[in-house]
């Protein structure tokens, strides 16, 4: 019987569950991570006592352009904590950055755009 058919069920889905994957641990090391958290990689070479497994490495293939956490676990068919203890472990090895979303707070005020709206019209 080969591994796959062990690790796959039809129905069901993996096996493995996601506490397997992330060892257990339920909080990652970072509080950085928002569902909106744009991640991208360094490109930084993974060292050889860097220990990461298949999820994380399969992580780092996805993060080659920025994206948006929530994207990102999407596409890997992850939870979302699950995602956010992966890539925490591959923010402590400088593998990836993590940028914040923009806050309504800094993003520009109603006034300014309006006045700039209004510019563009006069033109």
Excluded: K
């Amino acid at each position: 019987m080969s591994d796959e058919i062990e690790w796959i069920d039809e129905e069901a889905g993996p096996v493995v569950r996601p506490y397997a994957m992330t060892g257990g641990r339920t909080r990652p090391s970072s509080a950085a991570f928002d569902l909106l958290s744009m991640v991208v990689a360094t490109g930084a070479t993974i060292s050889p006592r860097a220990n990461l497994g298949s999820q994380h490495r399969r992580l780092l293939s996805v993060v080659g352009r920025a994206r948006p956490i929530v994207e990102i676990a999407s596409e890997v068919e992850l939870p979302v904590g699950v995602i956010r203890v992966l890539l925490g472990d591959l923010l402590d090895q400088g593998l990836i950055l993590v940028r914040q979303p923009v806050t309504a707070a800094s993003s520009p005020a109603q006034s300014l755009l309006q006045e700039v709206i209004n510019g563009l019209r006069a033109l």
